[in-house]
């Protein structure tokens, strides 16, 4: 018997790296997945056949652009009658890069906050009146060891993971009454395809982090059931850090 049975859980962002691990975690633990994906490429089609195999559901979502925010909220109730959980977890990461901040451009900029923290905010605008009905719900919001210790670089990428925290908070606070706790995951450095688009993983310095080691997608996944599960039925308008320790306050 599962943690999430009979839980129906969103995952954006869920073709690939954390998504993905996230996708196939909740999964396991019994609930049904709606695996969202921006587009649907050869890599992203093979996980949601797989996702498709336990039960699940996957579709092609812009989270930038409300109508399909809400087209997804709308399908995961057409198939499975609730929503409990969302997991917003897209985000302008791949690919983003290392450059001072006034090389940044304003495209690039606008597009980390569109996905980062416009897409959190509008999907967590979507699923609520489900979530509001049912008297209980469980948004958990991706945000980065980066905001607590920014390193060189990336003020986009950075920026919006701050914004995820705010986000977080303001949420808790307003949705507490409705029964929907709200709670952030601020992964350090974690060994997925986006990541290796930014640095090597080979090369990464693990003698700032006590537990001497990269990150891996499974490590984050656990942290993730909690805050989706009753077990956390009390913790909101947290950021919980999942690091190895790198960061230690």
Same mark, same amino acid.
């Not at 949705?175 to 993983?201: E, H, K, M, W």
């Given at each position: 018997?599962?943690?999430?049975?009979?839980?129906?859980?969103?995952v954006?962002?869920?073709?690939?790296?954390?998504?993905?691990?996230?996708?196939?975690?909740?999964?396991?633990?019994?609930?049904?997945?709606?695996?969202?994906?921006?587009?649907?490429?050869?890599?992203?089609?093979k996980?949601?056949?797989?996702?498709?195999?336990?039960?699940?559901? %996957? /579709?092609? &979502?812009?989270?930038?652009?409300?109508e399909?925010?809400? *087209?997804?909220?709308?399908?995961?109730? @057409? !198939?499975? +009658?609730?929503?409990?959980?969302?997991?917003?977890?897209?985000?302008?990461?791949?690919?983003?890069?290392?450059?001072?901040?006034?090389?940044v451009?304003?495209?690039?900029?606008?597009? %980390? /906050?569109? &996905?980062?923290?416009?897409?959190?905010?509008?999907?967590? *605008?979507?699923?609520?009146?489900?979530? @509001? !009905?049912? +008297?209980?719900?469980?948004?958990?919001?991706?945000?980065?060891?980066?905001?607590?210790?920014?390193?060189?670089?990336?003020?986009?990428?950075?920026?919006?993971?701050?914004?995820?925290?705010?986000i977080?908070?303001?949420?808790?606070?307003?949705?507490?009454?409705?029964?929907?706790?709200?709670?952030?995951?601020?992964?350090?450095?974690?060994?997925?395809?986006?990541?290796?688009?930014?640095?090597?993983?080979?090369?990464?310095?693990?003698?700032?982090?006590?537990?001497?080691?990269?990150?891996?997608?499974?490590?984050?996944?656990?942290?993730?059931?909690?805050?989706?599960?009753?077990?956390?039925?009390?913790?909101?308008?947290q950021?919980?850090?999942?690091?190895?320790?790198?960061?230690?306050?």
């Amino acid at each position: 018997m599962g943690r999430l049975d009979g839980k129906v859980a969103i995952v954006t962002g869920g073709g690939k790296g954390l998504g993905r691990a996230f996708c196939f975690g909740l999964a396991k633990e019994g609930a049904k997945v709606v695996m969202a994906v921006h587009r649907l490429d050869e890599e992203a089609a093979k996980a949601a056949k797989e996702i498709e195999a336990k039960g699940g559901y %996957a /579709l092609e &979502v812009d989270v930038t652009k409300e109508e399909d925010t809400q *087209r997804m909220a709308e399908e995961a109730v @057409k !198939k499975f +009658g609730r929503i409990d959980i969302l997991v917003n977890n897209a985000a302008f990461y791949y690919g983003v890069g290392r450059k001072p901040f006034y090389e940044v451009t304003s495209e690039e900029w606008d597009r %980390a /906050l569109a &996905v980062g923290a416009k897409g959190a905010w509008l999907c967590a *605008r979507a699923v609520f009146p489900q979530m @509001k !009905k049912q +008297g209980k719900g469980k948004i958990i919001n991706l945000s980065s060891e980066l905001v607590f210790a920014p390193s060189k670089g990336m003020i986009n990428y950075i920026t919006s993971k701050a914004a995820v925290i705010g986000i977080t908070r303001v949420l808790a606070g307003e949705l507490g009454q409705y029964g929907i706790c709200v709670n952030a995951v601020a992964p350090g450095f974690t060994d997925t395809p986006a990541s290796r688009t930014i640095g090597s993983i080979e090369k990464f310095d693990v003698s700032s982090i006590p537990l001497g080691r990269v990150g891996v997608p499974e490590d984050i996944v656990g942290s993730v059931i909690f805050f989706a599960s009753d077990d956390s039925d009390f913790v909101s308008g947290q950021t919980l850090l999942v690091d190895g320790a790198r960061r230690v306050n």
